[in-house]
Nanobody, 122 residues
Framework: QVQLVESGGGLVQSGGSLRLSCKAS????????MGWHRQAPGEQRELVAG???????YYADSVKGRFTISRDNAKNMVYLQMNNLKPEDTAVYYC????????????????WGQGTQVTVSS
């Protein structure tokens, strides 16, 4: 099984930046699609960014132009660079992986990290 561990969350002022990291286990990391999701209190969990095994990208409209997802297969790492953060970005952010059978937005994500809290103050 794939195990995922997120890090990099914290408290930042509006307009600031954070970089989230996700470390994955396993020898077959490179064949998985990866996605960053977030869940704010009282709201549904949403996919904010995804990257396929081939490097195709997805971004939710709310984060386009501000967030960048990337991966380093040699290190079994996926990152989410978050710039120009807004209070509405406050949420628990989760790293997840799946087989990539289908589009990044609608595909099944089978493995999840524990989440990391991002809080953006105004």
């Amino acid at each position: 099984q794939v195990q995922l561990v997120e890090s990099g969350g914290g408290l930042v002022q509006s307009g600031g930046s954070l970089r989230l990291s996700c470390k994955a286990s396993g020898r077959t990391f490179s064949i998985f699609a990866m996605g960053w999701h977030r869940q704010a209190p009282g709201e549904q969990r949403e996919l904010v960014a995804g990257i396929s095994s081939g490097g195709s990208l997805y971004y939710a409209d709310s984060v386009k132009g501000r967030f960048t997802i990337s991966r380093d297969n040699a290190k079994n790492m996926v990152y989410l660079q978050m710039n120009n953060l807004k209070p509405e970005d406050t949420a628990v952010y989760y790293c997840a992986s799946g087989p990539g059978l289908g589009g990044l937005r609608t595909m099944r994500y089978d493995y999840w990290g524990q989440g990391t809290q991002v809080t953006v103050s105004s």
